[in-house]
């Protein structure tokens, strides 16, 4: 774990019951990049091959997202405002709706309902074959932010999901995957209805992930 590229990488062992799949140590699908090379790569991608992606590199993906990387202390690859640990990472697909539990870097199935079409009016997130969606739990936002006014909650929500975000770029170029973030056209409303979200969460961004055409 010395070396930043197999951190970036290794998954978490154990897996739940319930869970889609059992994380697993694995190395990037191409190979092992060097951080320059990830940078250099990274770009954002609006078109999609349907082909799913794989399981594992889906994990990896979100392990380099928000996973844990410091397991005696609960430290995830994120970091976050005022250590709220507030962002909460969705998975839709054609399969169902999933949320990936990040002390276990386990996907768990909440729902067979397929959101993709509705959490954007935009054609192409309904093609991607993963789509990650970011929410600020606003419980633990506003525990670790104590007193903090709603645009500074709403701020720091956002820049949370956006560094977890810039880590799936990151990831998606070592697996050859394409990815893009979603802001502005997100249906924030649907989504959360279709999550079922309790009030006070914030829906940040979208991320569809796929193989880029």
């Known amino acids: 774990m010395k070396d930043l590229n197999r951190r970036l990488f290794l998954t978490a062992s154990a897996a739940a019951p319930v869970a889609l799949a059992?994380?697993?140590?694995?190395?990037?699908?191409l190979g092992d990049i060097s951080l320059k090379a990830a940078l250099e790569g990274r770009k954002s991608s609006r078109r999609f091959a349907?082909?799913?992606?794989?399981?594992?590199?889906?994990?990896?993906?979100?392990w380099a997202a928000n996973g844990g990387n410091r397991p005696e202390s609960g430290g995830l690859t994120s970091p976050s405002w005022r250590s709220a640990n507030d962002t909460?990472?969705?998975?839709a697909t054609a399969d169902g709706l999933f949320r990936h539990a990040n002390d276990k870097n386990t996907l768990e199935k909440i729902s067979d309902t397929d959101i993709r079409a509705a959490s954007s009016d935009s054609a192409f997130v309904a093609r991607a074959p993963a789509l990650l969606i970011f929410v600020s739990d606003g419980e633990a936002l506003r525990k670790a932010a104590e007193g903090a006014d709603e645009q500074?909650?709403?701020v720091g929500a956002h820049v949370n999901a956006a560094i977890a975000a810039q880590n799936v770029y990151l990831a998606c170029v070592a697996?050859?995957?394409?990815t893009c973030l979603i802001g502005g056209a997100a249906n924030r409303e649907a989504i959360a209805t279709e999550l079922k979200l309790p009030e006070g969460s914030i829906?940040?961004?979208?991320?569809?992930?796929?193989t880029a055409r």
């Open 50 to 62: 349907t082909t799913p992606v794989p399981e594992d590199a889906l994990l990896r993906l979100l």
């Open 88 to 91: 909460v990472i969705y998975v």
């Open 152 to 154: 500074a909650l709403t």
């Open 203 to 210: 829906v940040t961004y979208i991320q569809p992930v796929g």
């Open 175 to 178: 697996e050859g995957l394409g």
């Open 22 to 29: 059992a994380a697993r140590p694995a190395s990037a699908a």
